[in-house]
């Protein structure tokens, strides 16, 4: 929605606020003089790499999208209230009658790319000067900024192409630069600290070009025994360019007269060793602004996961900067001068990281743990939401009530049975599962200890050879853990078979013992290595988030690799219990339910099951809910304990529910 303020202003058209021009035609343009940055802004159209990169550059931040906001009390961005009619918006979209906002900042953003500067003039109508009317992007090499002794600084020169020089405000110059160290007025760039390299790929290309243009092969010395005459000078000069300048005349024989000798003088391609010297050049573009190889579309070395890792970085350490310079000027130097009709408004942009869905999945669950610990604190539920800033999707619901406590034992025998039930340990399986899970830990140290061996050394390899899109490419060896987790759960789901055979005595049946083997062993195996991946690419995961934390330019391999090492050592144990622990309570239950098939096979299946969910403080709802129901077949069960615990339960793989049969009886 356009500013009806704006509408008013722009009704009385402004013209440029400086000569983009000569006055005099070309005759004008001889009188100005080369400068250095007019030499970095001219090598974008000279080296094919350069173009590329400050091309992409430029062109990636002008599509970002912008808006207004009012800023909230809070001080929070969630807060902000976002207007959609000012001034200051209206002109941002369409800067000048020439420009939409796209184009202006791409244009402007070439020159801070080129030159470390960006200038902005701000055009105001002679009649309403207090107004900003237009932003007019300018030539760095033609903004000179007046020093003043105290002041800092007393305004700007603009010197157009026929040498006037165009006095200018400083409110009506807006500058972004990349600081310069020697000279705190103006900027400095990537393409000031390798022109000399720019030069030399600029002067390969042009010496192939000429190679087959101007060079009268074959190129050497011609040695006369004595003295030409001029007639004879000239005769040979123009019979040599006649049969031997130009791209068709290329190596022809040359055939010498009169005592002449031919001496060789030149050099070939191979010996200018172009080809390498170009390569080297690209490289040293690329470092210089550190942009990523594959965003160059370079696909030789490239899969899905490095091609992600660039288009991250490309957006997170080189597009977002460059839009935090533009938001800062926009912010600081633009809406001041809107004066009080820009009072607390801010531009911002469009966030172009791409989201990393494997971590808000990861935060996500850490939000939803951390709510459940609180509400099952006593804290409410609708407060722990806001504070965890969950969804808003999400309806709290009351816990269920527990149920009355009983009446007091009026007799002994009541009294009793209540101690009894206190004093109840738990169940043997849930004992059975802590020792095996803590027997599992101790021997899986040895297999973090061999995967943060082995990633170390990928990281220190990567960093030497200034390859960090390599660290997406981590891995570390699970096949030792899988062998590990497969040999424990298989010995619960034995333990958790002879539970079984021992219930069935219990009840006067006879059934066979488990022997895990077939389809059981193969589900047990295929469980594990599952499980044992998925640790083993987490901790590939964290090594190369925290290398890329190290990681600068000429880093020392070996001392970032250590320093990821002692990060991986620092981390708890809870993701193994967790992981670890679901697998082998996921034994336990196969046990049982395999056990019980082969029951059934033989006629002695049991005539019901009942859930039965461990009763404790981290029981949930769901859980609650389920317990002490009954099935009356074993496609029942496995439809509520597919693959380890309740299906339902919040907690996912730390269910530790299970299934209790029954022979005989309703």
């Known amino acids: ?54 091309h992409r550059l430029s062109n990636a931040t002008s599509q970002i999208g912008w808006h207004l906001w009012r800023k909230a009390p809070s001080g929070k961005s969630e807060d902000r209230t976002q207007v959609t009619s000012h001034l200051a918006l209206d002109i941002w979209r369409k800067p000048n009658p020439f420009m939409p906002c796209a184009e202006f900042v791409e244009t402007f953003q070439q020159h801070r790319d080129l030159v470390g500067e960006a200038w ?18 300018v030539r760095p090499d033609r ?32 500058q972004l630069r990349m600081p310069n160290p020697l000279d705190i007025y103006r900027g400095m760039g990537p393409v000031q600290a390798i022109l000399a390299d720019l030069d030399a790929t600029k002067y390969s290309a042009e010496w192939n070009r000429n190679f087959f243009l101007n060079s009268a092969l074959p190129s050497g010395i011609i040695e006369a025994p004595g003295n030409l005459t001029d007639t004879d000078f000239d005769q040979l000069r123009d019979r040599w360019e006649e049969q031997h300048r130009g791209v068709a005349a290329a190596h022809r024989v040359a055939i010498l007269e009169g005592g002449l000798v031919w001496k060789d003088r030149r050099y070939s391609q191979r010996d200018m060793q172009f080809t390498e010297l170009r390569e080297i050049s690209r490289e040293v573009i690329r470092e210089a602004f550190g942009f990523p190889k594959p965003m160059l579309g370079t696909v030789d070395d490239a899969n899905r996961a490095n ?158 050879a200034g390859n960090m899109a390599g660290l997406s490419g981590l891995a570390a060896s699970s096949s030792r853990g899988a062998e590990l987790l497969e040999a424990a759960m298989a010995a619960q789901a034995t333990a958790a078979g002879d539970r079984m055979v021992q219930a069935a005595e219990e009840q006067g049946v006879t059934i066979s013992p488990l022997v895990v083997a077939g389809a059981l062993a193969a589900g047990l195996a295929a469980t594990a290595a599952v499980v044992a991946a998925s640790l083993a690419a987490g901790l590939a995961i964290a090594a190369a988030r925290e290398a890329l934390r190290h ?116």
């Open 1 to 54: 929605m356009r500013s009806p303020l704006g509408t008013l202003v722009r009704s009385v058209r402004n013209k440029s606020p400086v000569p983009y021009t000569s006055r005099f035609g070309r005759l004008g343009q001889a009188v100005a003089m080369r400068s250095d940055r007019e030499a970095q802004m001219a090598a974008m159209g000279s080296v094919g790499t350069l173009f590329a990169i400050v």
């Open 120 to 137: 902005w003039v701000v055009a105001r109508n002679p009649r309403v000067r207090s107004i900003p009317l237009e932003l007019w992007p």
């Open 143 to 174: 903004m000179h900024p007046v020093p003043h002794p105290t002041e800092f600084l007393a305004g700007y020169i603009y010197i157009s192409p026929d040498g006037e020089k165009v006095p200018l405000k400083l409110d009506e110059v807006i």
């Open 307 to 464: 091609m992600e890792a660039a288009e991250v970085m490309f957006a997170r350490w080189l597009i977002k900067p460059r839009l935090e310079a533009i938001r800062q000027a926009l912010n600081h130097e633009f809406l001041p001068l809107f004066g009080p009709t820009a009072e607390d408004l801010e531009f911002d942009y469009d966030d172009p990281v791409p989201e990393d869905q494997e971590a808000a999945t990861a935060a996500l669950t850490s939000k939803a743990t951390a709510a459940k610990l609180y509400v099952d604190a006593g804290y409410d539920g609708e407060s722990v939401k806001e504070a965890l800033e969950l969804p808003d999707a999400l309806v709290w619901q009351e816990p269920a009530k527990p149920a009355p406590a009983p009446a007091p034992a009026t007799s002994p025998e009541d009294l009793l049975a209540r101690l009894r039930n206190a004093a109840e340990p738990e169940p043997e399986e849930r004992e059975d599962w802590e020792d095996r899970l803590e027997d599992l830990l101790r021997e899986w140290e040895q297999v973090s200890a061999d995967q943060r061996a082995e990633l170390a050394q990928q990281i220190q390899a990567l960093v030497d």
């Open 551 to 666: 990681w600068r330019p000429g880093a020392d391999g070996r001392t970032v690799a250590q320093r990821v090492r002692d990060h991986l050592e620092s981390l708890s144990d809870a993701t193994l219990r967790t992981e670890l622990g679901g697998a082998i309570w996921t034994a336990e239950n196969e046990g049982k339910i395999a056990t019980l098939e082969a029951a059934e096979a033989e006629d002695k299946g049991a005539t019901w099951y009942e859930a039965v969910e461990i009763r404790d403080r981290n029981r949930c709802v769901q859980c609650a809910d389920i317990d002490g129901e009954r099935f009356d077949s074993l496609e029942e069960v496995r439809e509520s304990y597919p693959h380890g615990g309740y299906f339902g339960c919040l907690g996912t793989i730390r269910c530790r529910g299970t299934i209790l049969p029954h022979w005989g009886g309703s």
